[in-house]
């Protein structure tokens, strides 16, 4: 569970157990909790951890650290209590999707944020004891890496057929009721579900905003039960220790293997078909252009969580070693992120501009570390260097001849300027090979 003070600790701890041991059960009596003094001062920590930009108020969080952090809170604590609370509207961002789409955030202001991670706090307590393992997005103690590396165990273990999932626009689709009515079955507390819709009224008469606290927890929980019959297939066609059929979901990103086995014919067209008919009821579709089947063994790749994954033939023997390489739309993302920092970089001293192209360089290469990835890091890297070279060109105002690679040596990149170094390969645990 996401790290709280003890007493809150303790809390999420005992409706953790409660809704583990009872799962009947339906909770009452939550509302006190969510607007306790140590809840809104964990979410409010929560939000300003992650950051973000400012909602349609424009309130920074050193816009309320200066007028008085408990002042804050404590207006948001007698809103709730008295019952005047009402979200304010979310301001709308447009993401380049690359492909000339966009996805739109929701982003809620600072008040609204800490609103919803007091209520996630506690209701995710709850939905924890009820998830199934085979779901890994924005959950405690689980991870993209983690979600890799059961997609990856999977076709290791034979699973060589893949349906790679792709679904329409999920977010935009949750339907209210049918989302309070699966919260309904472990809440009965009036005050909770009145907050929880008019969290998710904000943003329309259907669909979840992407971009606040609560959305993540929502998505979850709509698509609980799915992920339960997957399950249920899962056990069912396992032949001793070996399974058939497998699920995983990240969010709204899903893949399914199926045993690639001449006796399986049929099998994954029929997985296929189980999920249109768990998702129609939903009003949740699948994007038929962006969801295919295919054979890893044909050398077919799939692509998971920015990661193309493909298997290849070992050089001896009939095994096949399955690999894991970031995307091109990942490699384009992080050098455009570079670029971005040096076309702005203006008069900013250069230790300061290498500090920013640092931290970006850290997450990127920290998530992607695990996979095949030392031609995209190469490549990564060439690039940055250039883009430094080219910019310190640049501000010594001489004549461009070339992009510096006798004057600005790697010696002065990395020793003198610090700039990011730690390029290093780490693969996921247990990697095995298939037959």
């Not at 600790?9 to 009947?24: E, F, N, T």
């Not at 949750?174 to 919260?183: Q, T």
């Not at 009939?318 to 920092?341: E, G, H, Q």
Request: charged share 30%.
């Amino acid at each position: 569970m996401t790290k709280a003070p003890s007493n809150l600790q303790d809390l999420r701890r005992r409706i953790y157990r409660k809704a583990k041991s009872d799962k009947s059960h339906r909770f009452w009596g939550l509302f006190v909790h969510i607007t306790k003094a140590e809840t809104l001062e964990e979410a409010y920590r929560a939000a300003k951890r992650n950051g973000g930009a400012a909602g349609i108020d424009g309130q920074k969080f050193g816009d309320i650290e200066q007028a008085g952090r408990a002042d804050f809170l404590a207006a948001i604590r007698k809103d709730l209590e008295t019952g005047r609370y009402k979200p304010m509207p979310n301001r709308r961002v447009d993401i380049p999707k690359g492909n000339g789409k966009f996805r739109t955030l929701q982003i809620p202001c600072i008040r609204d944020r800490v609103v919803q991670g007091a209520l996630k706090l506690i209701l995710e307590a709850i939905f924890e004891a009820d998830f199934c393992p085979n779901s890994y997005g924005f959950r405690p103690r689980r991870s993209p890496h983690r979600a890799l590396a059961e997609v990856r165990r999977s076709v290791m273990r034979r699973m060589s057929t893949i349906i790679d999932v792709d679904l329409s626009r999920y977010f935009d689709t949750i339907r209210h009721s049918m989302l309070l009515d699966k919260i309904a079955k472990r809440v009965q507390d009036p005050r909770v579900l009145h907050l929880v819709k008019q969290i998710i009224n904000v943003g329309g008469k259907i669909g979840v905003p992407q971009g606040g606290p609560f959305s993540p927890l929502a998505a979850n929980i709509y698509l609980n039960e799915l992920d339960w019959t997957f399950d249920a297939i899962r056990r069912k066609t396992a032949e001793g220790d070996y399974e058939a059929v497998n699920y995983h979901r990240f969010a709204d990103d899903v893949v399914i293997t199926v045993s690639g086995h001449h006796t399986k014919r049929g099998w994954a067209e029929r997985a296929l078909q189980r999920l249109h008919e768990q998702l129609a009821p939903l009003g949740v579709e699948l994007n038929k252009e962006k969801t295919k089947m295919m054979d890893v063994l044909n050398g077919e790749a799939f692509g998971f969580l920015g990661f193309d994954l493909r298997s290849v033939r070992k050089r001896k023997g009939n095994s096949y070693l399955l690999l894991m390489t970031p995307k091109k739309k990942a490699r384009k993302a992080i050098k455009a992120k570079v670029r971005d920092i040096v076309r702005h970089s203006g008069a900013t001293p250069m230790p300061k501009v290498v500090k920013q192209i640092n931290a970006s360089l850290a997450g990127w290469v920290n998530y992607f570390r695990v996979g095949n990835a030392s031609d995209a890091f190469s490549e990564v890297r060439d690039y940055v260097e250039m883009k430094v070279r080219n910019l310190l060109t640049r501000r010594k105002r001489r004549r461009k001849t070339s992009i510096g690679w006798r004057r600005w040596s790697n010696e002065y990149l990395y020793e003198v300027l610090g700039l990011y170094w730690d390029w290093k390969v780490r693969p996921l645990p247990g990697l095995g090979s298939m037959k």
